[in-house]
C-alpha cells in the first residue's frame, strides 16, 4: 500500500510561484510513475504532468508546458511540483498520484493509470 501526502499548497498573486511536495511512503518513488492532477469547481480532474519511474522523463499537459516542472528527491521520497508564472485558471485542488504498471507514454495523462492518490492540497491564484 502506497500513502501519499501533498503539502505546499496555498495564495498567490498571479504571476507568482508555488512548490508542491508530495510525500510517499510504503514503497519507494523510484518504483513508481509519479503524477500531478488538478480539479477546479464543476470541471474534470486534469492531468497536470507525469515522471516516470524509468529514466526519469518528465511528461507536461498542454496548458502548463513550459511552467510546470516536476522532479523527485529519491533520498527524501519525495516528488515535487514546481509551479512558475502561474495564471488565474491555474486555481485548482491539486492532487498527486502514483501508479505501479508500465504504461506507454501517452496513457500517462489518464488518471485511470494511477492507483494511488493523496488527498490533494489548494491552490489559488488571484489576478
Known amino acids: 500500500q502506497v500513502q501519499l501526502v501533498e503539502s505546499g499548497g496555498g495564495s498567490v498573486q498571479a504571476g507568482g510561484s508555488l512548490r508542491l511536495s508530495c510525500a510517499a511512503s510504503?514503497?519507494?518513488?523510484?518504483?513508481?510513475?509519479m503524477a500531478w492532477f488538478r480539479q477546479a469547481p464543476w470541471m474534470e480532474r486534469e492531468f497536470v504532468a507525469a515522471?516516470?519511474?524509468?529514466?526519469?522523463?518528465?511528461y507536461a499537459g498542454d496548458s502548463v508546458k513550459g511552467r510546470f516542472t516536476v522532479s523527485k528527491d529519491n533520498g527524501k521520497n519525495t516528488v515535487y511540483l514546481q509551479m512558475n508564472y502561474l495564471k488565474p485558471e491555474d486555481t485548482a485542488v491539486y492532487y498527486c498520484?502514483?501508479?505501479?504498471?508500465?504504461?506507454?507514454?501517452?496513457?500517462?495523462?489518464?488518471?485511470?493509470?494511477?492507483?494511488?492518490w493523496g488527498q490533494g492540497t489548494q491552490v489559488t491564484v488571484s489576478s
Open positions: 515522471l516516470r519511474r524509468s529514466g526519469g522523463m518528465m
Open positions: 498520484a502514483a501508479g505501479t504498471g508500465s504504461p506507454t507514454s501517452s496513457y500517462l495523462r489518464y488518471a485511470a493509470t494511477y492507483e494511488y
Open positions: 510504503g514503497r519507494t518513488v523510484t518504483t513508481l510513475n
